[in-house]
């Protein structure tokens, strides 16, 4: 069956960079867009970048220039670079796997068919 598994969060100062993985398994992640969400306490999850299958990728505003998903379909692993970290990015980050419409509705989880667990992430002083 299909699975998503999320790891290399942790806690980091501001300033400090972090880089998240996200292993598939059960289908071939360059078959399927992939993206990468967020959840802070109390707040919806958002999106926060997304790789399509064509390649082309996009990010929500807050983490443009700072944020870089990539992929090594090699490995089946899905990747998000994060460099110069906010107190504002602390959230518990998932990856999402699916086939949404291109275009800014990719930002909407009802877009997405597969959800890992998540990893958390802390940026904090």
């Known amino acids: 069956q299909v699975q998503l598994v999320e790891s290399g969060g942790g806690s980091v100062q501001p300033g400090g960079s972090l880089r998240l993985s996200c292993a598939a398994s059960g289908f071939i992640s360059s078959t399927y867009s992939m993206a990468w969400f967020r959840q802070a306490p109390r707040k919806e999850r958002e999106g926060v970048a997304v790789?399509?299958?064509?390649?082309?990728?996009n990010y929500a505003e807050v983490v443009r220039g700072r944020f870089t998903i990539s992929q090594d379909n090699s490995k089946n692993t899905l990747y998000l670079q994060m460099n110069t970290l906010k107190p504002e990015d602390t959230a518990m980050y998932y990856c999402?796997?699916?086939?949404?419409?291109?275009?800014?509705?990719?930002?909407?989880?009802?877009?997405?068919?597969?959800w890992g667990q998540g990893t958390q992430v802390t940026v904090s002083s």
């Open positions: 999402a796997a699916g086939r949404p419409l291109y275009g800014p509705s990719w930002s909407r989880t009802s877009q997405w068919d597969y």
């Open positions: 790789l399509h299958r064509n390649g082309y990728t």
